[in-house]
């Protein structure tokens, strides 16, 4: 059995994640923000691999606090990076789940490659692009390491504050038969859970290394999004259209479908399953 450490196991995608039964999994419970914490876990623990997910996501949890954030996602990836740099120099590979957040936004249909300008559009996205040059400048370069940019996701049990669960509670709980929403005027590329998990996996199972992007390489309408689920409730939608430009932030998969990676799930599926 492949033993994983797991940091960031109580979040949506740690939950989904701890149900691969490829991994025997030893999670992080300790402070990622404090190096004694992380150091003793790293250490004790006889580890094949690391899958690095603690953070705070939530944009709107990181722009109230950005100093916190910072010191969870970034903070936290610099005490992970030198306690595997001290303890486990014979780790057999590493994954760092970033995010779509560390490149600039498309005002195009453009899909993005991982070579596509770095310039973060949201404070989440700064913490993650600053992990990432960590990892690649400060791991130990013994050790192979993989970072995904995982595009939009969402599931069950995910925090009211994403965007689908959000504009969710919103049309189900409205007591008009018309819901009113606005800036929507914009594309995204949503992936399952169980694909985020399926393409960790086989990033694993290939040891493949460097920078891959971790989506749909399909463009969805947020709009799109809200009128099927207005639909699922009998509801119509007023969507009050924004002066801001359309803005588009859909992934090149094209190095994952090299692994032969296919996508299981589209966004209304697994909007369904939500429901």
């Known amino acids: 059995m492949v033993v994983c450490g797991i940091t960031g196991h109580t979040g949506t995608l740690g939950k989904e994640l701890l149900k691969n039964k490829l991994f025997l999994f030893k999670k992080f419970k300790g402070d990622i923000t404090k190096y004694s914490d992380v150091v003793e876990w790293v ?22 606090d950005y100093l916190a954030a910072k010191k969870v996602n970034y ?15 014979n780790l057999n590979w590493l994954f760092f789940s970033s995010t779509s957040h560390v490149y600039k936004i498309q005002n195009n249909k453009k899909k993005i490659a991982e070579n596509y300008l770095k310039k973060p559009y949201s404070k989440y996205g700064n913490t993650k692009w600053l992990a990432e040059k960590y990892i690649i400048s400060k791991l130990d370069k013994r050790i192979p390491f ?12 995910q925090s009211k504050e994403f965007f689908i669960p959000a504009i969710l509670k919103k049309i189900k709980t409205s007591k008009k038969k018309t819901v009113t929403l606005q800036n929507l005027n914009h594309y ?14 086989l990033l694993y199972k290939t040891k493949s290394k ?66």
């Open 146 to 157: 993989c970072i995904g940019r995982i595009f939009s996701f969402t599931g069950k049990n």
């Open 75 to 89: 903070q936290g990836t610099i005490n992970l990076i030198n306690a595997i740099n001290k303890k486990k120099k």
């Open 188 to 201: 995204r590329d949503f992936i399952s859970l169980e694909d985020i998990v399926r393409a960790i996996t």
């Open 210 to 275: 460097g920078i891959y992007n971790i989506g749909s390489g399909k463009k969805v309408s947020l709009i799109g999004i809200a009128n099927y689920i207005c639909a699922k409730y009998n509801k119509t939608l007023h969507h009050i259209e924004s002066k801001s430009k359309t803005t588009y932030l859909i992934a090149n998969i094209d190095k994952l479908i090299k692994l032969k990676f296919h996508i299981s799930n589209n966004i209304f599926k697994i909007i369904d399953k939500i429901i």
């Open 43 to 64: 250490d004790k623990n006889n580890l094949d691999l690391i899958i690095h997910l603690a953070a705070i996501v939530p944009t709107q949890k990181v722009n109230q």
